[in-house]
């Protein structure tokens, strides 16, 4: 298993090299001007010269891309052009929000959708099977943004339950020691600021789950009902074994190999995908970071985002495949 996640991490490498070299062409092909949009209606011929050759844009390309790998070997993934804040520290401060919204997110997915799709399966054909299939086709075509306005004009506007925006009650005189806001209250032993941040996870984490909750279900209900024509499941069935056992022997754990897989590229759509979400209920996360350096054209920004979001999501694919290994010894030894 050490020997397949180091020749894994070793296939990394070229494959991030590729990718910067397509980000930061890319990036350059936008359309728009960064020294433009950072001078805004003060804009000159001088100025917008000054700007570029600060930053080095009116370089040939090719050697802005050397010295942008060069800084990267470093540890540094430059400065945002609009703040002249370093990248990195952007990202250290505002990822734990998003981390603490997509896991919080998945976690809501995964303990709903395995369930349900499960319970789907089982009772293939019946009432609660046909909601539970239509639900999750719903779930799927409902737009993030849509829903996250709805569930905030319902429970925010006029139920009163839950707040509409941010990540906790500026008026909380909270400790923020490693930015999850939620883990930081206890921590500290100020619960009354870990239950606000938790409160204000709601609306959001319910928005961003739904699309990889239908998925999941789906997934599952079809994984399961496979496993279920499967001649071991029909012969431990005839032998007498209780349902909890086939259920959890021969059934979950030989249909969890492709939910995995969707529970692992949920994971990396969640922590990149939450633009819309963090947008909706301004949310101090990299989505909304994000929004607003693509309108800014802040080259640094984009490119050291999606570089570390394509880092993790190839750590990620990685838990998943070692995970094969511990679901299924059959894959351990292949």
Same mark, same amino acid.
């Given at each position: 298993?050490?020997?397949?996640?180091?020749?894994?991490?070793?296939?990394?490498?070229?494959?991030?090299?590729?990718?910067?070299? +397509? +980000?930061?062409?890319?990036?350059?092909?936008?359309?728009?001007?960064?020294?433009?949009?950072?001078?805004?209606?003060?804009?000159?011929?001088?100025?917008?010269?000054?700007?570029?050759?600060?930053?080095?844009?009116?370089?040939?390309?090719?050697?802005?891309?050397?010295?942008?790998?060069?800084?990267?070997?470093?540890?540094?993934?430059?400065?945002? $052009?609009?703040?002249?804040?370093?990248?990195?520290?952007?990202?250290?401060?505002?990822?734990?929000?998003?981390?603490?919204?997509?896991?919080?997110?998945?976690?809501?997915?995964?303990?709903?959708?395995? #369930?349900?799709?499960?319970?789907?399966?089982?009772?293939?054909?019946?009432?609660?099977?046909?909601?539970?299939?239509?639900?999750?086709?719903?779930?799927?075509?409902?737009?993030?943004?849509?829903?996250? @306005?709805?569930?905030?004009?319902?429970?925010?506007?006029?139920?009163?339950?839950?707040?509409?925006?941010?990540?906790?009650? #500026?008026? $909380?005189?909270?400790?923020?020691?490693?930015?999850?806001?939620?883990?930081?209250?206890?921590?500290?032993?100020?619960?009354?600021?870990?239950?606000?941040?938790?409160?204000?996870?709601?609306?959001?984490?319910?928005?961003?789950?739904?699309?990889?909750?239908?998925? @999941?279900?789906?997934?599952?209900?079809?994984?399961?009902?496979?496993?279920?024509?499967?001649?071991?499941?029909?012969?431990?069935?005839?032998?007498? +074994?209780?349902?909890?056992?086939?259920?959890?022997?021969?059934?979950?754990?030989?249909?969890?190999? #492709?939910?995995?897989?969707?529970?692992?590229?949920?994971?990396?759509?969640?922590?990149?995908?939450?633009?819309?979400?963090?947008?909706?209920?301004?949310?101090?996360?990299?989505?909304?970071?994000?929004?607003?350096?693509?309108?800014?054209?802040?080259? #640094?920004?984009?490119?050291?985002?999606?570089?570390?979001?394509? $880092?993790?999501?190839?750590? $990620?694919?990685?838990?998943?495949?070692?995970?094969?290994?511990?679901?299924?010894?059959?894959?351990?030894?292949?």
């Amino acid at each position: 298993m050490l020997r397949f996640a180091l020749r894994r991490l070793a296939l990394m490498v070229p494959v991030l090299v590729g990718l910067s070299i +397509l +980000l930061f062409a890319w990036v350059r092909a936008l359309p728009g001007d960064p020294a433009r949009a950072l001078l805004g209606q003060r804009a000159t011929p001088e100025g917008i010269a000054r700007v570029n050759e600060v930053y080095g844009f009116n370089e040939p390309i090719v050697q802005q891309y050397l010295k942008y790998v060069q800084a990267l070997l470093g540890g540094d993934f430059g400065r945002s $052009i609009k703040t002249g804040q370093p990248v990195l520290d952007s990202f250290v401060e505002k990822f734990p929000g998003t981390v603490e919204l997509g896991v919080t997110a998945l976690l809501l997915a995964v303990v709903i959708g395995v #369930p349900m799709g499960y319970y789907a399966a089982r009772h293939q054909g019946r009432f609660l099977d046909t909601f539970i299939v239509s639900g999750s086709l719903l779930g799927v075509v409902t737009p993030v943004f849509f829903l996250a @306005i709805l569930l905030k004009l319902v429970f925010a506007n006029w139920l009163d339950l839950l707040p509409t925006s941010l990540r906790q009650d #500026p008026r $909380i005189d909270a400790t923020h020691i490693t930015n999850f806001y939620v883990l930081d209250g206890l921590l500290t032993r100020e619960y009354d600021a870990a239950w606000d941040a938790l409160v204000h996870l709601v609306l959001p984490s319910v928005a961003l789950a739904t699309i990889p909750l239908a998925i @999941i279900v789906r997934i599952t209900r079809a994984a399961v009902a496979e496993v279920l024509n499967e001649d071991y499941v029909r012969t431990a069935e005839s032998k007498g +074994l209780a349902g909890h056992v086939v259920s959890r022997r021969h059934v979950l754990r030989n249909a969890l190999l #492709p939910v995995v897989t969707t529970i692992g590229l949920q994971a990396g759509l969640l922590l990149s995908g939450a633009v819309l979400t963090e947008t909706v209920f301004a949310w101090n996360g990299i989505g909304k970071f994000l929004f607003e350096a693509i309108g800014q054209r802040d080259y #640094p920004v984009l490119q050291g985002y999606i570089l570390f979001i394509a $880092i993790i999501y190839a750590l $990620i694919n990685l838990v998943v495949d070692m995970a094969y290994g511990v679901i299924d010894p059959r894959v351990r030894v292949s």
